[in-house]
């Protein structure tokens, strides 16, 4: 009898956590698929597609806030097109666009882990606000103390084309 028990608990656990499984896939297939329907739309500007795309991934998972940078080949420099956040991280009074949507960085040296991600093609990630943000204060220390409140990871993923660095994804996520 106590094998059957066991036998039916250990069917129970792994049912609940293929179910769990499937429902992260959902999740993430929705996401895809909400993606695809903006880009089957008639947008034509770039920023306003990748607008649209970090508004949607951000509402719809656990992030915090979301970047997107595009290489400017003829500038050689990486530049902001899209910045959205968590209506939590608004209903505290941080405004992550305040501070990144205006980032222009030069890619003629690897100074920071922007750049660093971009020309190495790797994905960097990171604890700390000075890393981002530098140490000469581009952000009030008030913001970088209530951020460092909420966002607890900084994750930089390198767009990559064909083999090359198209621009860089950055994801602010949370305590999870």
Not at 12 to 36: C, F, G, P, W
Not at 66 to 74: D, K, P, Q, S, T
Not at 108 to 135: A, C, P
Request: proline share 2%; charged share 20%.
């Amino acid at each position: 009898m106590d094998d059957s028990n066991s036998d039916l608990s250990r069917i129970n656990q792994e049912m609940y956590k293929k179910s769990a499984e499937l429902m992260e896939r959902n999740k993430v297939l929705s996401l895809l698929h909400t993606i695809d329907k903006i880009t089957l739309s008639n947008f034509i500007d770039m920023s306003e597609f990748a607008n649209k795309v970090a508004t949607v991934t951000t509402e719809q998972t656990e992030l915090k806030g979301m970047a997107i940078m595009l290489v400017n080949r003829e500038m050689q420099k990486l530049e902001t097109i899209a910045v959205s956040q968590s209506e939590e991280m608004g209903n505290n009074g941080i405004q992550l666009n305040e501070h990144l949507s205006n980032l222009l960085l030069s890619l003629k040296e690897n100074t920071n882990i922007f750049t660093s991600s971009v020309l190495e093609k790797s994905r960097k990630t990171t604890n700390s606000f000075s890393d981002i943000f530098g140490t000469n204060q581009i952000v009030p220390s008030p913001l970088v103390s209530a951020l460092s409140e909420k966002i607890k990871t900084i994750v930089l993923n390198p767009l990559i084309v064909r083999g090359e660095a198209i621009g860089l994804m950055i994801l602010f996520l949370g305590q999870k």
